[in-house]
């Protein structure tokens, strides 16, 4: 079932086209990692879905709707969106922030009951931050607060997860324990949507990709049809090695100087 459409996104920024037609579905259970280099407007076409920043032309259908047409707090209960940057311009406990997640779900002028604080507590165990619960944010580093940021995320208890960049600031143990939880709870039904750097990461946890290049999309569909040599070219200028590696299951890129000439 079709959760989140793009359509023919097209954004501008001034004089500057950041977004060109851009179209991608999402599904119920996807795991869709958005590739592609530095500039090439992953982070701007994260925004537009997520119902933060305006596009010109084209449409964003939320579970058959037009996005624009939700008031914000539905949005926020259908989709829960981590940014790239993690600073904090506050300063509060880690469970507070994280409990922030849950302000979509209770009236106004309400207060968080006992299930709200359990949901809260909830993800800080599945991120592995329950023992940074009465720390404070400025206390944090900024792997530390990346994953306060996730874990505030998952007590949104959404059916979308969009994130931009999750792993940027994490170690490869953290890495790997982020990208495994969001790979679980696709298994769940929950659907996801992360900008990904790493592109050996995109291809072992995300079952589908879209390689951004210049605004538009260059290439989209499953790892071995995405990540091509060809395909890596056209979008990060280097020439690349390509192989499957049968002990993870997943293709695996080593970028090569684009001085490189490959011989059989």
Not at 64 to 85: C, H, L, R
Not at 116 to 123: F, T
Not at 126 to 132: M, R, S, W
Not at 187 to 194: N, P
Request: glycine share 6%.
């Amino acid at each position: 079932m079709e959760k989140l459409t793009s359509k023919q996104i097209s954004l501008h920024l001034g004089n500057k086209h950041v977004l060109k037609n851009v179209s991608v579905t999402a599904h119920d259970g996807d795991f869709i990692g958005l590739i592609g280099p530095n500039g090439s407007g992953k982070s701007t076409w994260l925004k537009a879905v997520s119902g933060l920043v305006p596009y010109q032309n084209g449409s964003v259908t939320l579970k058959g709707k037009e996005i624009t047409t939700y008031p914000t707090k539905d949005i926020a209960k259908m989709i829960g969106y981590v940014p790239q940057n993690t600073s904090l311009n506050f300063d509060f406990l880690v469970r507070d922030i994280v409990l922030m997640g849950r302000h979509p779900h209770i009236p106004r002028f309400g207060l968080e009951s006992a299930i709200d604080y359990k949901i809260a507590e909830q993800a800080m165990q599945q991120t592995n931050i329950i023992h940074l619960a009465y720390r404070y944010a400025n206390q944090l580093s900024g792997g530390q607060l990346q994953l306060v940021l996730i874990a505030k995320a998952l007590a949104q208890e959404t059916n979308i997860l969009i994130l931009d960049e999750p792993t940027s600031a994490l170690d490869i143990n953290r890495q790997l324990q982020v990208l495994g939880l969001l790979k679980q709870l696709t298994q769940k039904g929950v659907t996801i949507i992360a900008a990904l750097h790493d592109l050996n990461l995109a291809a072992r946890f995300c079952n589908q990709l879209v390689l951004l290049t210049n605004g538009a999309v260059l290439a989209a569909g499953t790892p071995e049809t995405v990540l091509t040599s060809d395909h890596i070219y056209k979008s990060y200028d280097v020439h690349s090695s390509i192989r499957y590696d049968s002990l993870i299951r997943a293709y695996y890129v080593t970028a090569l100087s684009h001085k490189t000439i490959l011989t059989k």
